[in-house]
């Protein structure tokens, strides 16, 4: 089992940031693909970034050049910078743990509004 703990979320005018925090539980923790997912209202949950143990990352097109994922492995934590935020990229975001299992956190609200 992973216990993941995400926070940092909050409210934003457009154009500002925000940092996300995922905290894991798990010792293991450099060894595992972390993620970051977002679910507007009314629509599926669809991937805003990953990172791999050794630091390969990828995003969504519509947050390239905005999101910037990285990790801390000796604090067992995966970061979200996000850069420019947009109005669109409300929405609650879910941490994820791929571990061969796959763990999701409880999710932290991001709403960009003026």
């Known amino acids: 089992q992973v216990q993941l703990v995400e926070s940092g979320g909050g409210l934003v005018q457009p154009g500002g940031s925000l940092r996300l925090s995922c905290a894991a539980s798990?010792?293991?923790?450099?060894?595992?693909?972390m993620g970051w997912y977002r679910q507007a209202p009314g629509k599926q949950r669809e991937l805003a970034a990953t990172i791999t143990r050794d630091g390969r990352t990828v995003y969504a097109d519509s947050v390239k050049g905005r999101f910037a994922i990285s990790r801390d492995n000796a604090k067992n934590t995966v970061y979200l910078q996000m850069n420019s935020l947009e109005p669109e990229d409300t929405a609650v975001y879910y941490c994820l743990c791929n571990s061969g299992s796959l763990y999701w956190g409880q999710g932290t609200q991001v709403t960009v509004s003026s």
């Open positions: 798990r010792s293991r923790f450099s060894y595992y693909t």
